[in-house]
T-cell receptor, first 110, second 117 residues
């Protein structure tokens, strides 16, 4: 199981780009990296998933360096509604290993 | 994206009663479902993993006789909190994994808020 480490909290302002980095030094060869967003009293929502290099979708980008020991979730031009907790998960899903770390509480200010 | 529902969304019960929470994957078949518990200001804690047609695998420290999990079909898993007590009050979240490959994504339900009086 690859343990993940993220900053506990981050502050930003509307319109800025936010980068949240997750460390996973003991990531295994077959592990994938997935990021989720969670609002209070709701279930986590899938944001993006990747294995290496860069992945981009309509809401975020995920940057993964060659050694894969970390990953960075990039949220372009955040708004107040992006205030949430963001979790990075690392694992091989068919091993049923889906444990969450502490997450990063992002606060977007006007 | 895939949709996972939970029912009920909120339940209040008296101490000593049992509560059943349903988790359904609405538009896909889920071979594996997960149950989590989340206390205020904390992360999600994995309680158990259930595979369709087999017994659930519980995490260390989770009482299997207290938290009964049934995964009778590819679209339904239930969590029954037996003889609930106030310390069982929490936010319970299920998730379902579509497929069985290494890149398959886990989709979460909206959660169930349990309050035991």
């Amino acid at each position: 199981l690859a343990k993940t480490t993220q900053p506990i909290s981050m502050d930003s302002y509307e319109g800025q780009e936010v980068n949240i980095t997750c460390s996973h030094n003991n990531i295994a060869t077959n592990d994938y990296i997935t990021w989720y967003q969670q609002f209070p009293s709701q279930g986590p929502r899938f944001i993006i998933q990747g294995y290496k290099t860069k992945v981009t979708n309509e809401v975020a980008s995920l940057f993964i360096p060659a050694d894969r020991k970390s990953s960075t979730l990039s949220l372009p031009r955040v708004s107040l509604s992006d205030t949430a907790v963001y979790y990075c998960l690392v694992g091989l899903y068919n091993n049923n290993d889906m444990r969450f770390g502490a997450g990063t509480r992002l606060t977007v200010k006007p | 994206g895939a949709v996972v529902s939970q029912h009920p969304s909120r339940v209040i019960c008296k101490s000593g009663t049992s509560v059943k929470i349903e988790c359904r994957s609405l538009d896909f078949q889920a071979t594996t479902m997960f149950w989590y518990r989340q206390f205020p200001k904390q992360s999600l804690m994995l309680m158990a993993t259930s595979n369709e047609g087999s017994k659930a695998t519980y995490e260390q420290g989770v009482e299997k006789d207290k938290f009964l999990i049934n995964h009778a079909s590819l679209t339904l898993s239930t969590l029954t909190v037996t003889s609930a007590h106030p310390e069982d009050s929490s936010f319970y979240i299920c998730s379902a994994r579509r497929g069985s490959g290494g890149t398959d994504t886990q989709y979460f339900g909206p959660g169930t808020r349990l309050t035991v009086l």
